[in-house]
């Protein structure tokens, strides 16, 4: 979490990745010149300390992470009450090169006090550090020296907790223990989605927490495609426990949001997604198993943090489009039909999603519109959709006379357009022609870094759009003594774009008396200072942004507007970035251990990728991992004789499975089975597109390979099987009609 309060030698250090704990802890000050020391996050509340047995159970389970954990994996024990230790006598330091994590599980809401914390001191606790996280997604990383005899109990949500301890080479400490106790039942609605939901229906269910099951130890049931939609919860964590099923076409779990965030569920991880609420769905086919099935854990918090709701030329959704994905186009104006001619019949099982970005403040007019018609006003045979990310949202079916039709006119940037169709068609489809505006429009929130901001600390926003400013009027001049960041998320990939700028100038080539630092987690990072300022893009989750100043100030200070995208929050923000340019060499395999991360081609999202390269990176330690393509922008050849991927191409390998290699324009997900993979990027000497970029999640345990080395690529294909049943019922949404205005005819 934000650490707020004093941090220092001796004291503890309780920092988070992930906003919105929901834990409060407050240390009781040691003899001497030491300080209490707070940390607080989040603003959904606290969970006060639950009164702590007077007599402790008399039996406890004690486990020493050193002896029952392994380096790099996750050890699950199950027990109500115990103690966890690093695994030293109070008295000995202790171990270093540690990185092994305990699950305990079995009972639910745990209690959880510190009798012992000694650990080597750090601000951000990088060196040695103790964390502990629960499936609801609330988490605290601890270091330092502190008397926890007074400590009350943490309380944590769900099933169980995790604890994990990582250690650098040298020790300066005696470790730690925790002691434990939990409740034998979790209080928590339970949901089958064999029993709640109902095949081929979409079944809402009002939830904010809970869990939810398909199939038992005899097995899931034949024959379903049952979906709940859970509504009532915001920016929603699921925790898979357990998953045993064979995800294929046949059998399946997939989980989405209102944003289009799809991921297929094959191993137990854990996801967050942003929204009101989530889907799930199971399909199976007719085969019966006499074993398996998933369970899943979810907690949504009450009130969303932010009110939003999101899944030139002609764009045609049946060619640009990919089933069940959302394509992404760049562009201020132009037309967007269903792909067919406008007196032939439209594409049936359709599931095709197109979202316009680049301008905002978009004028959507429907130039025709013959889809079949519903049986009642909830469009569920076939329609077209489309949103916005400021909520709005409109579902439209049936035949028109769109002559006549004013324009709908969409908030924020951009919007989306998807069209669902099942196997009967019945008309010719629709055509809509846009037209946004290059700037956003007035509205946007102002944050005076002077004033949200604090000297030598980090303050975080959640903010998509926005404009930061130094905090003085653009007649006065800035703020003296000052050195506050502010770290921005809640969006990723953001645009930067500085109305004013007027810094005190640089010595020497550098920023020593007043800069504008901008950076994020890809590396990117740049201080400004002077007369001026490009614009500027960052990659990843949000962006950080510290001004510093002297203590003689004399100009005007700066003003920027930015705008992020509203992808779906990554599953773990530590995640490791890997540049193929970087990380790879010409002509060799570079073997890598990593369960998660980022890999892309190595050049900014807006720049091409280099050419005349053949690079590979293998991928080892994980099992049955996912990909997720963020950007896939590879050149393909106009003449499809010569191939699909000749030019240019992004190779995925496995041992099991063989390879296939990707290019043109896509957004998809793979998921492949086995140990790791690799990953090979190859171009010529032309190149025009912007590479790609794909995030990666594996299961932590699995069958390993006897060897993972460097084998020869066989020539088999790794073909994305589409997983059948997927369409679900339109539901009815309240308050989607767009403002009707004037559609201007510029």
Not at 416 to 443: K, R, Y
């Amino acid at each position: 979490m934000p650490a707020n309060g004093s941090h220092g030698a001796g004291n503890v250090t309780s920092t988070s990745s992930s906003p919105g704990t929901h834990w409060n802890w407050t240390y009781p000050p040691l003899p001497g010149n030491r300080s209490n020391s707070t940390s607080t996050n989040g603003s959904n509340g606290t969970y006060p300390p639950a009164p702590w047995p007077t007599s402790p159970p008399s039996t406890e389970a004690t486990f020493s992470l050193l002896e029952y954990g392994v380096v790099g994996k996750v050890v699950v024990a199950e027990a109500l009450h115990g103690v966890v230790y690093d695994g030293s006598s109070p008295f000995d330091d202790y171990a270093p090169d540690m990185n092994h994590t305990l699950r305990i599980r079995g009972g639910y809401n745990c209690r959880m006090r510190f009798r012992r914390l000694d650990l080597e001191a750090e601000d951000n606790c990088k060196f040695d550090s103790v964390k502990i996280w629960n499936s609801a997604g609330d988490e605290a990383v601890l270091c330092g020296t502190h008397d926890m005899s007074m400590h009350e109990a943490f309380n944590s949500r769900g099933e169980g907790f995790w604890v994990q301890m990582v250690t650098d080479s040298t020790i300066e400490g005696t470790g730690f223990e925790l002691e434990f106790e939990c409740d034998e039942e979790s209080g928590l609605a339970k949901f089958s989605i064999e029993d709640v939901g109902t095949r081929d229906a979409v079944v809402v269910v009002e939830a904010q927490s809970g869990f939810v099951s398909g199939g038992s130890v005899g097995g899931y049931a034949t024959g379903m495609n049952h979906t709940i939609r859970f509504v009532g919860g915001y920016d929603c964590v699921l925790t898979f426990l357990e998953v045993d099923i064979s995800c294929s076409e046949g059998d399946f779990v997939k989980v989405w949001n209102s944003a289009g965030d799809v991921s297929f569920i094959c191993s137990p991880n854990t996801l967050e997604r942003s929204g009101e609420g989530f889907y799930i769905q199971m399909g199976t086919d007719a085969v019966a198993e006499a074993e398996g099935g998933f369970e899943l854990e979810f907690h949504c918090d009450a009130e969303p943090e932010n009110a939003t709701h999101t899944a030139g030329g002609a764009l045609s959704l049946h060619a640009r489009g990919i089933y069940g994905s959302v394509t992404v186009v760049e562009t201020l104006f132009g037309v967007v039909y269903d792909g067919s001619a406008p007196s032939d019949n439209y594409a049936p099982d359709m599931n095709h999603t197109l979202r316009i970005r680049g301008g905002y403040d978009c004028r959507i007019k429907f130039h025709r519109l013959d889809l079949e018609p519903g049986m009642s006003e909830e469009c569920e045979f076939d329609s077209v959709k489309i949103w916005n990310s400021a909520g709005d949202e409109a579902v439209l079916c049936g035949t028109h006379d769109m002559s006549m039709h004013e324009a709908f006119n969409s908030r924020g940037e951009g919007f989306w357009v998807q069209m669902v169709t099942n196997s009967a068609i019945e008309g010719t489809g629709f055509e809509l022609e846009f037209e946004c505006d290059e700037e956003p429009g007035p509205g946007l929130i102002e944050f005076s870094i002077e004033d949200i901001g604090a000297r030598d600390e980090v303050v975080w926003v959640a903010a998509q759009s926005g404009i930061v400013f130094d905090g003085s009027d653009r007649e006065e001049p800035y703020a003296p003594n000052l050195n506050h960041t502010l770290r921005f998320y809640n969006g990723y990939d953001c645009k930067i774009h500085f109305d004013y700028f007027a810094l005190e100038g640089a010595l020497g080539g550098e920023c020593r008396y007043d800069a504008v630092q901008l950076w994020d987690s890809s590396g990117f990072n740049v201080s400004l200072c002077g007369d001026g300022a490009a614009p500027l893009r960052t990659q990843g989750e949000g962006f950080w942004v510290r001004l510093t100043t002297d203590n003689t100030t004399e100009l005007a200070g700066f003003a920027f507007e930015f705008q992020c995208a509203d992808e779906s929050v990554p599953e773990t923000p530590l995640a490791d970035v890997y540049s193929m340019e970087a990380d790879g060499k010409d002509g060799e395999v570079v073997f890598i251990e990593a369960t998660f991360g980022t890999v892309y081609d190595g050049s900014r999202p807006a720049e091409p990728y280099s050419p005349n390269i053949n690079r590979t990176l293998a991928f080892y330690g994980g099992f049955d991992c996912t990909l997720t393509f963020r950007r896939l922008d590879i050149e393909r050849p106009l003449n499809e004789l010569l191939g699909n991927c000749v030019y240019d191409y992004v190779r995925l390998w496995t041992p099991a499975v063989g390879w296939e290699d990707y290019c043109g324009q896509h957004n998809l997900s793979v998921m492949i089975p086995g140990e790791g993979f690799w990953v090979t990027m190859v171009t010529d000497d032309a190149v025009e597109h912007t590479g790609f970029e794909f995030e990666f999640s594996c299961a932590v345990e699995g069958v390993a390979s006897e060897t993972f080395t460097n084998e020869t690529f066989t020539n088999e294909t790794f073909t994305n099987e589409t997983f059948a049943n997927e369409t679900f019922a339109n539901e009815t949404f309240a308050n989607e009609t767009f403002a009707n205005e004037t559609f201007a005819n510029e």
